[in-house]
């Protein structure tokens, strides 16, 4: 094995187990904690498969804000913290039985179907590219996205707002 | 292209976007008369309903920012049923959202954001086009579905909505990229060159592409409310304010039957034979449960849930319908969902105006409405036929040719079982016109109708009696989209 499939291993190993300590987790706010760990992961394999940009995005977005927001949003909340808190309800075996068969089904089409491998080698300078991309080919998306965020932020001001009667 | 040709091009979305911030941009600094805001919304609807028009006349047909949109007959058909749908939305929300909220402004703001959001769902042609107004389109809706922020009901809605969604789009997500894994590529007509490659060459291709198709389905029939991802629509439905129902239950639908058609027909045409046999089980499970389930409700915005999921079976039986020599089945999808358009978003409003009055969503309340409101009962029978699918209305037509298309390709039973179904449904629809006009009413008071709403209800009975009797131009019209959406390379 070479170091790269060394670290891929671990990667992988410490990814998958953190996500199943997420889910299995009693009490949320360990959960909350292993999703980070989870996160952090996901960025090493950015980091193997050549994508600095993205790594660096992953860390700053999703562990930076994301997953902080939710543990503020998890110890701002009483009854989340209490020992009351179910993690799993009564059809946690359903949708085991559930998930098993997707992740069968998911990981025979990942090994058996022949993917497309690019033949061009790594650009050398894949940040320029990626904004040249974003601005040429991919700025319709771009665009969408913008408003997307915007509607996003509005929406999250209305259902967090307080309902006051009218002024007149 | 040229940039001014671009612009052109996207104008109706383009138009959308700018009022939709006009209007939320107004409404921080307009603080009094926040009811203009509704007719600003609703003057809106009009400058991108008359560029789609005028594009549609001129005949455009092309792909537009390096093939993320298709700029066709197609797109824009969807277009003008989106306009229209958010029109009648926001005519039949007037009142009954005066007198509920006084966050109005930002509610005719998201509702334009929707429509630009459905405008962009049935331009997309590219997977990741497809992804983001999809998500975009759902991000709105929860919103709007849980806008009542102090009424349980409306936020059990919202959050039911929204966890069906981010499951639903995930999966989506999930077969998006096992197919560009496969064929490297997210264009749709470039997935369909790419398959004509590889299947001479390779051998187990099946095994990536089934998952990556039905993980997509699933992410499609979340927005077209399918078994068995329709288990939010009864409680988004009954949940959420009404006109937000009555936009849910006719602009996204009809556009996840748009996203679904162009992916089906533009970028997996090789797996007809696969995903006609997915489609078949699930259109019968579909409108057998819905039209079931319907007849035990007592709350007409759960029957109306349940209905709509069992008209969406009905009009899955135009895609199945399709083989090489006939595009029946795909003209009557189209023609089906503009009869739907004006008869469910019509029946919507009936009961918009009817609890706007009266703060009642139960089915008995309904009783001897023929002597309090008869205009309203009357348009309300009308509806109801349409939605059964008898003639004159607008639903004969549409069914007439969904059911028609399936007994030309030779699928007898499809048809029988779905006309059998529109049998059941007339149990459920009817039991509310015997209620409205054979019982008496337990007061004689005349309802006092809201104004708007029953201008919406005028306006929907027109055209479902239009579609109904004279449907020849809207066939002319339906023909030149579906043949637009074949012609695509």
């Not at chain 2, 093939?67 to 003008?80: K, N, R």
């Not at chain 2, 429509?115 to 107004?133: E, Q, R």
């Not at chain 2, 639908?253 to 997996?268: D, E, H, N, P, S």
């Not at chain 2, 797996?271 to 819905?290: E, H, N, P």
Request: net charge neutral.
């Amino acid at each position: 094995m070479t170091l790269i499939q060394v670290v891929f291993v671990i990667l992988a190993v410490a990814a998958i187990g953190s996500a199943v300590g997420v889910v299995t987790s009693k009490n949320i706010f360990y959960s909350a904690l292993l999703l980070v760990a989870c996160l952090f992961m996901v960025a090493g394999f950015y980091v193997l498969l050549e994508a600095p940009f993205l790594a660096a995005v992953q860390v700053l977005v999703y562990v930076g804000a994301i997953a902080v927001l939710i543990i503020f949003a998890v110890m701002l909340t009483e009854s989340m913290m209490s020992k009351k808190a179910r993690a799993r309800n009564d059809q946690w075996w359903v949708a085991l039985v559930v998930a098993i068969c997707l992740a069968a089904v998911l990981l025979y089409v990942v090994v058996t179907a022949t993917w497309q491998v690019s033949p061009a080698a790594p650009p050398t300078d894949a940040i320029a590219a990626l904004g040249k991309a974003l601005m040429s080919t991919y700025v319709l998306p771009f665009e969408v996205a913008s408003v997307l965020l915007l509607m996003a932020l509005v929406g999250s001001i209305i259902i967090a707002r307080e309902e006051k009667p009218e002024e007149e | 292209m040229d940039w001014a040709e671009t612009l052109i091009l996207l104008s109706p979305q383009l138009l959308l976007v700018v009022w939709a911030l006009l209007v939320l941009g107004l409404d921080l600094v307009v603080k009094k008369a926040k009811d203009g805001l509704a007719y600003l919304a609703l003057a809106g609807l009009a400058p991108p309903l008359g560029a789609a028009i005028y594009l549609l006349a001129r005949g455009t047909a092309q792909p537009v920012l390096s093939g993320m949109v298709q700029v066709d007959a197609f797109s824009l058909y969807f277009t003008i049923i989106a306009c229209l749908a958010s029109g009648l939305v926001i005519l039949a929300s007037m009142e009954y959202m005066k007198a509920r909220t006084r966050y109005r402004g930002e509610f005719y703001g998201l509702v334009l954001l929707a429509t630009l959001a459905m405008t962009l769902m049935a331009a997309s042609s590219n997977l990741i086009m497809i992804y983001l107004s999809i998500e975009f389109m759902s991000l709105t809706s929860y919103v709007l579905v849980g806008y009542f922020r102090d009424d349980p009901k409306s936020s059990e809605g919202g959050l039911k909505y929204f966890l069906f969604g981010a499951v639903t789009s995930s999966l989506m997500l999930y077969g998006m990229t096992l197919m560009y894994g496969a064929t490297g590529t997210t264009d749709l007509s470039g997935i369909a060159s790419a398959l004509t490659g590889m299947q001479a060459t390779m051998a187990p291709w099946r095994f990536v592409f089934l998952p990556a198709i039905l993980l997509m389905l699933a992410g499609f029939s979340f927005k077209m409310a399918l078994v068995p991802f329709h288990q939010w629509a009864p409680d988004a439905y009954e949940g959420a304010p009404t006109p937000v129902a009555t936009l849910l239950s006719v602009g996204p639908k009809a556009m996840g039957f748009a996203v679904l058609l162009r992916v089906l027909l533009t970028a997996v045409p090789h797996f007809q034979f696969d995903w006609v046999a997915i489609l078949m089980g699930i259109s019968l499970v579909t409108m057998t449960l819905g039209n079931l389930t319907a007849m035990r409700q007592t709350n007409i915005k759960r029957m109306l849930a349940y209905s709509s999921i069992a008209q969406a079976g009905y009009i899955l039986v135009g895609i199945i319908s399709i083989d090489l020599f006939s595009i029946v089945g795909v003209l009557g999808v189209l023609l089906y969902l503009m009869a739907y358009l004006f008869t469910n978003a019509g029946v919507f409003i009936a009961v918009i105006a009817f609890s706007h009055v009266t703060n009642s969503d139960e089915i008995e309340d309904y009783t001897g409405l023929a002597r309090r409101a008869p205009a309203l009962a009357g348009a309300m029978v009308i509806f109801f036929m349409s939605l059964a699918g008898l003639p004159p209305t607008a639903g004969f037509v549409g069914k007439l040719f969904v059911f028609g298309a399936a007994v030309k390709v030779g699928y007898y039973y499809l048809a029988i079982i779905g006309v059998l179904n529109s049998v059941i449904s007339v149990v459920y629809y009817f039991n509310v016109v015997r209620l409205m006009f054979f019982l008496p009413p337990p007061t004689e008071e005349r309802l006092s109708l809201p104004r708007f709403p029953m201008v919406a209800v005028l306006i929907s009975v027109v055209m479902v009696l239009i579609i109904g009797l004279y449907p020849q131009p809207l066939i002319d019209l339906v023909t030149r989209s579906v043949t637009a959406l074949a012609m695509v390379p």
